[in-house]
């Protein structure tokens, strides 16, 4: 549903932070995307979804159920997004506006999208919370940001992402700033709302823990370029290039016996040189 082909993204007269870029993405499949700060992560995923800066130079193919996405002016990707791709960001402080009730906030993109009567749109909004976990929806729904906690505040972002069901949802460390509790209580809703959709899902993160769990395949950014695709368990179980396996490496502390010296990235890449 997905072909990304030769993207590149460019910001002023620096190294492209995303260089000949392509990947594919099937129907219900979840792709997770992996690398340090700077790898090329985040930018691929606003290429995407079309919100780059306007002073960004994108080129490339990106078609998303068969449509060209790469040239769309930002009133045609408005009618996708929330629609037929959407993104959970990082931090729900930013994604949410703290003026509004959080299901007003959901109800925003049903009623653009999909029905603008205010009690069927009340009635769509109440169901979602309900299937990201909550079991007092409507007063999820009458609450303000700052009267949740984080982890809700996700959950509510989450909401927003898969109200209208989507086929491609875009998550850009999702669970990062929050705690080891409340990040398997997001992931297992986002796991469980993410089947009951049948979405496809690119899942960006630095915890390959967590991509472990939610992602059948992985690839592995370096410097704005693929470096090494696979199944999960192939890139986590027998990585190729060094990088991969730095990572890889640097991720398994817990497999580590007491003193012992946990290998580095450089030394992955000094072992390859």
């Known amino acids: 549903m997905l072909a990304i082909r030769g993207l590149t993204v460019a910001f002023g007269r620096r190294p492209p932070a995303v260089r000949d870029v392509s990947l594919d993405l099937d129907a219900g499949q979840r792709l997770g995307i992996i690398g340090e700060s700077g790898s090329g992560k985040t930018a691929t995923a606003l290429a995407i979804m079309g919100l780059l800066p306007e002073y960004a130079r994108v080129t490339g193919s990106i078609r998303l159920d068969g449509t060209e996405l790469v040239g769309l002016s930002d009133r045609e990707m408005s009618g996708l997004r929330g629609d037929a791709l959407s993104m959970v960001f990082q931090e729900p402080m930013t994604a949410l506006d703290p003026t509004m009730t959080a299901g007003r906030q959901v109800a925003e993109a049903f009623r653009l999208h999909r029905d603008r009567d205010v009690g069927r749109a009340r009635t769509a909004v109440i169901d979602m919370l309900a ?11 009458d609450s303000y940001p700052h009267q949740l906690s984080g982890g809700q505040r996700q959950r509510v972002v989450t909401a927003m992402a898969l109200v209208n069901r989507p086929g491609l949802v875009i998550c850009d460390e999702p669970t990062t700033a929050l705690d080891v509790t409340v990040q398997a209580t997001v992931l297992r809703v986002l796991d469980e709302v993410l089947d009951a959709a049948g979405a496809s899902c690119l899942f960006i993160s630095h915890d390959l823990a967590v991509v472990s769990q939610l992602c059948s395949s992985v690839v592995v950014m370096l410097d704005g370029e693929i470096v090494e695709r ?3 368990e192939q890139v986590f179980h027998r990585p190729q290039h060094p990088y991969a396996a ?8 817990d497999l580590l016996e007491p003193g012992t010296r946990l290998p580095t990235v450089a030394d992955h890449l000094r072992g390859a040189s």
Do not use: M, S, Y
């Not at 299937?131 to 729904?141: E, T």
């Not at 730095?246 to 502390?253: C, K, N």
């Open 230 to 232: 696979g199944t999960t």
């Open 246 to 253: 730095g990572l890889v490496a640097t991720a398994r502390l």
């Open 131 to 141: 299937a990201v976990g909550f079991d007092d929806p409507d007063r999820i729904a």
